[in-house]
């Protein structure tokens, strides 16, 4: 017999009763186990873990109140925060954004809203500058920093693989080696850029 919250009812007899009083415990104590230390265990009251069922949509959040659920998110189920009265919704938990297919390129949402883009480019033999499209859009707003280093070393002069990143913007940025002189050797190299 499943859970009743309509016992006891005005006039029942304890005696009549029993049996549906003996359910609803057997219930309740069904339902706390789920996920939860049991009672009189030693982890009574704490969870083991937090099951979430998908959900179809993002949920309605009311002031001074946030939302933690999952939906699908590229195939696979993902933890979503959203904000109080019905703010920003943010991926906590999807796996990055892949690039174009065969290419070491893409992008990742952190929780805190923060964009991280990743990459590899090159260096034309005689070339100084490399101009980078970052993948997925790159930046909604702004790419605060762009990070660089050697993917690959031929046999040129050291000074080939020395560059830095500048011309950052929302949407790529230029690797550009350090000295004009100091191009004769193909490079590959890997980014990473932080931004929002």
Not at 54 to 81: C, H, R, W
Request: charged share 15%; glycine share 12%.
């Amino acid at each position: 017999m499943p859970y009743s919250n309509a016992i006891p009812q005005p006039g029942d007899l304890l005696s009549q009763s029993r049996a549906d009083l003996l359910e609803n415990f057997a219930q309740i104590q069904t339902w706390i186990a789920i996920n939860h230390g049991i009672f009189a265990a030693a982890d009574e009251g704490k969870h083991k873990h937090v099951s979430f069922p998908e959900q179809g949509a993002d949920p309605a959040t009311a002031v001074n109140e946030m939302a933690l659920y999952t939906k699908v998110s590229g195939g696979i189920s993902a933890l979503f925060l959203r904000n109080e009265n019905n703010g920003d919704v943010r991926d906590l938990t999807s796996k990055a954004i892949a690039g174009a297919a065969g290419t070491f390129s893409g992008t990742t949402l952190l929780p805190s809203g923060i964009r991280l883009c990743y990459g590899q480019g090159t260096f034309t033999a005689g070339v100084r500058d490399s101009a980078i499209v970052f993948s997925s859009g790159g930046f909604g707003a702004t790419c605060y920093s762009v990070t660089g280093s050697a993917a690959s070393l031929g046999t040129g002069d050291h000074k080939d693989y020395v560059f830095g990143c500048v011309a950052i913007t929302a949407a790529g940025f230029t690797a550009r080696r350090v000295e004009a002189a100091y191009v004769g050797t193909g490079l590959t190299f890997s980014y990473l850029a932080i931004g929002i």
